[in-house]
């Protein structure tokens, strides 16, 4: 079974630049959710869509990041303009709507660094 | 919202001991906690779990305990191996399927 598919993996950028992110998830998989994970911290959750919708992005910065999900199945996360405290690796997970185990499963991350 | 407090931060353990990494929560409502084990350059991948209805489960060398009483839980590994070297997350989740996750714990297994 294919896993999380993210791209790029590293991305180098000046402040007030812009970036996109694209994550496919595993097949089926209805949820799909955004994460920045900050050096040294733990992943902390932007957005979260279940199918197209969205269900919480309470804590996506919202007058510069956006994110899509058209047609339920591949998401872009867009930054723009991009701020020094916006490096991070971005994470892209999913899970299934049938069972409530709750398991995520990550893409290795896009890498943004912005100087 | 959600707080996840995780100690150690870092965790240093002769190959073949145990290592034991601690989390605290604040939402009573929590009732899912799972335990993330992330190599370099990856993503967070899934080792163990434990349901708020269990005090424990155990997975060959690793088990997780569960005081939902204090809100805190465990994570321990037994006969640690090199390959167990890694950055170790706890997570919890209330409402939804909304994960919130600990500051990351890093283990170095020295052989």
């Known amino acids: 079974e294919a896993g999380v598919a993210q791209s790029p993996r590293y991305k180098i950028i000046e402040k007030r630049q812009s970036v996109a992110f694209w994550c496919n998830p595993i097949?089926?998989?209805?949820?799909l959710y955004w994460y920045q994970q900050i050096l040294g911290q733990g992943p902390k959750l932007l957005i979260q869509f279940q199918n197209n919708g969205v269900v919480d992005d309470s804590q996506l910065p919202k007058d510069r990041f956006s994110a899509e999900r058209l047609k339920g199945v591949d998401s872009t996360l867009k930054i723009q303009p991009a701020k020094l405290e916006d490096s991070a690796v971005y994470l892209c997970?999913?899970?299934?709507?049938?069972?409530?185990?709750?398991?995520?499963?990550f893409g290795e991350g896009s890498r943004l660094t912005v100087l | 919202g959600e707080n996840v407090e995780q100690h150690p931060s870092t965790l240093s353990v002769q190959e073949g001991d145990s290592a034991v990494i601690k989390c605290t929560y604040s939402?009573?409502?929590?009732?899912?906690f799972p335990w993330y084990k992330q190599e370099l350059g990856k993503g967070p991948q899934l080792i163990i779990d434990?349901?708020?209805?269990?005090g424990e489960k155990k997975d060959q060398r690793i088990a997780v305990t569960l005081n939902k009483t204090a809100k805190h839980f465990s994570l321990h590994i037994t006969e640690t191996q090199p390959e167990d070297s890694a950055v170790y997350f706890c997570a919890t989740r209330a409402a939804g399927n909304k994960l919130t996750f600990g500051g990351g714990t890093r283990v170095l297994v020295k052989p």
């Open positions: 434990i349901r708020s209805n269990v």
């Open positions: 997970a999913s899970s299934s709507l049938a069972g409530d185990n709750g398991e995520l499963f």
């Open positions: 097949s089926g998989h209805a949820t």
């Open positions: 939402d009573s409502a929590s009732n899912y």
